[in-house]
């Protein structure tokens, strides 16, 4: 007998989960990537708590939007609620919107992915009765390469310039950044928009410089620079006229990119390279510069190479100098002072190396070479620094020794006694270790487990009684909803429509926890008569419900962000009083 209640149960709950229906519904599969999609999130039943998708890869241009129907046709009754919002692709490919959620009678239910495809941008027909002047003839965004054949580490400039005629700007968006692939690259700030006029496809153009680069190319050969694409908002122009004469104007938005750049990079020529040539390519003055060239005992010398003029300074390496054994060098400072304006890099950079010398006398730092090549003439250069003599006046001195059968002496340097053993002999003590077992760690280890015990039975029965108690958990997460959407509505405070939205959820979820009813007995007569029941201020009453029914009013009616204000504060007021007076 019980297997067959069972099933009857399984059979009505089946049937039941069939006459709900939530769905995502789009406009159309296949899209260009200038065109809007509408999706309607279509319910059959009075869901709560609607949560939409990430709608990851598009830009939401409008909505949420909600319309409810109801009618009843030869006594049956049937309901519709709809979501609709207005999405823009960002990128090409096939995209998924994802799944939507609602809530109703404690169960949770989703929609199915939908899958869209987009491709290129296509044209648009135009009204010719609407608009008299296209954005498509009259918005260009270009990108202006200073040398379209360089030598590597040879500095070219891209500035980015939106060129616009007959029609109004009013924002922008980036689409695609793009990526200098194989290339150094330093961005230039535009602290201030300025428009300008020029000459662009052989007319009259205002523009804007938008962004500025500095760029030097890492490798030869063909090297692309990726586009960069921008939304843009503009005002065009129509035929129509107001009242009083003056010129309508549609707002549209229009898709731009300056479409990918192909530098060919040539390789610096290997006829005439130096050995030690290091990357340098531009116009330097090197120098080698010590801090002191005579010595005391204990003392040390700074010598500093560096190199300075214009070109990919921060690209290279400076040449190392060669120290004889009796000088001790360490590993060197490096210092950069450059500039990167819009011409390339600008200034000097430079290595600090600290010398200490070991034993008295004179010992020479030979000349060191640095190779750059010199993009005017096209030709390698080297510039050698001279000599530099340091004289060590005392310290240890190394001991000559005459070789046998020779007239010549030479300098033997024998070890001296600056660094002696402190202590040859130890004294360590073996350190007695105690056994892990039998140890006071190893009892309370083997104790605790039976000490919980009782705690995690005691747990497991207060989490059954609490599972149990099915109104008392619905209350709480009532509860815990009116508070996530009426702070979620403060978040959007300066946004009307989503601020509305979460308002009315907030209140219909402090409702069910404070009467213990569903959505579907929330009429305006059954609120005012229980709440009136329970000893609620008849005044707190109205305000709770005037305010309830003008959020779905509010979020198409204009309002200021004041009055949004005031209607949180309004809000909050009444449902702390309510809290207040049904606790």
């Not at 990526?179 to 961005?187: A, G, L, P, R, T």
């Not at 804007?208 to 694409?229: A, D, H, N, R």
């Not at 000088?327 to 490096?334: A, G, K, Q, S």
Request: aromatic letters at 10%.
């Amino acid at each position: 007998m019980k297997r067959y209640l069972v099933f009857i149960l399984l059979s009505f709950q089946a049937l039941w989960a069939q006459q709900v229906q939530f769905e995502a519904r789009v406009s159309k599969s296949t899209l260009g990537l200038n065109e809007k999609l509408q999706v309607d999130f279509f319910m059959n039943i009075d869901g709560d708590n609607f949560n939409e998708p990430s709608f990851e890869g598009f830009r939401v241009i409008g909505g949420p939007m909600q319309q409810v129907s109801q009618s009843w046709v030869n006594g049956k009754s049937s309901f519709e609620k709809i979501y609709t919002y207005y999405l823009m692709p960002n990128q090409k490919g096939s995209l998924v919107i994802r799944q939507a959620t609602i809530e109703y009678n404690g169960r949770v239910y989703k929609t199915s992915p939908v899958r869209v495809n987009v491709t290129n941008a296509i044209q648009q027909p135009r009204d010719p009765n609407d608009i008299s002047v296209s954005a498509d003839n009259n918005l260009y965004l270009v990108a202006d390469v200073s040398k379209t054949s360089p030598y590597i580490n040879e500095p070219i400039t891209l500035v980015y310039k939106l060129y616009f005629n007959n029609i109004g700007i009013t924002n922008s968006t980036e689409v695609n950044k793009p990526k200098y692939n194989d290339f150094w690259s330093q961005n230039i700030d535009v602290k201030q928009f300025v428009v300008e006029e020029g000459m662009f496809k052989g007319q009259n153009f205002r523009y804007i410089v938008l962004k500025k680069v500095v760029l030097y190319p890492q490798k030869s050969g063909k090297l692309t620079i990726e586009p960069l694409s921008l939304d843009i908002d503009v005002k065009l122009p129509t035929n129509r006229r107001n009242i009083f004469g003056e010129m309508l104007l549609k707002d549209d938005r229009k898709r731009v990119s300056t479409g990918t750049k192909t530098i060919a990079v040539r390789a610096l020529p290997e006829a005439g390279k130096p050995v030690g040539f290091s990357g340098a390519v531009g116009s330097f003055d090197f120098r080698v510069t010590p801090s002191k060239t005579v010595l005391k005992s204990g003392e040390s010398l700074d010598l500093v190479v560096s190199a300075a003029g214009k070109g990919n300074l921060k690209l290279f390496t400076l040449p190392k100098p060669v120290v004889p054994n009796a000088l001790e060098m360490y590993d060197p400072v490096h210092n950069e002072q450059v500039n990167t304006p819009l011409s390339g890099m600008a200034g000097k950079i430079s290595d600090s190396y600290t010398i200490i010398p070991q034993y008295k006398g004179e010992y020479a730092i030979k000349p060191i070479e640095f190779s750059y090549f010199d993009l005017n003439s096209g030709r390698y250069k080297t510039i050698t620094s001279k000599e530099i003599i340091v004289k060590v006046l005392d310290g240890p001195t190394p001991v000559a020794t005459v070789a046998s059968n020779a007239d010549t002496t030479k300098n033997k340097v024998v070890a001296n006694e600056q660094f002696q053993y402190i202590k040859l002999d130890t004294d360590l003590e073996p350190i007695q270790a105690n056994d892990f077992f039998g140890s006071k760690l190893f009892y309370s280890l083997l104790l605790i487990p039976f000490g919980l015990l009782p705690i995690i039975v005691l747990a497991k029965k207060k989490k059954e009684t609490i599972d149990g108690d099915v109104v008392g958990n619905r209350i709480k997460r009532n509860n815990r909803l009116a508070k996530k959407y009426l702070s979620e509505a403060k978040k959007h405070i300066n946004n009307k429509e989503p601020f509305y939205v979460a308002l009315e959820k907030a209140m219909h979820n402090f409702l069910k926890a404070k009467l213990h009813i569903e959505t579907s007995e929330m009429s305006k007569d059954n609120i005012r008569e229980i709440l009136l029941s329970k000893n609620a201020n008849p005044e707190a009453v109205n305000e709770f419900i005037v305010l309830t029914e003008n959020c779905e009013i509010a979020r198409y009616a204009p309002s200021s962000s004041a009055s949004i204000q005031k209607d949180y504060e309004k809000a909050v007021s009444i449902i702390s009083d309510l809290e207040k007076q049904l606790s």
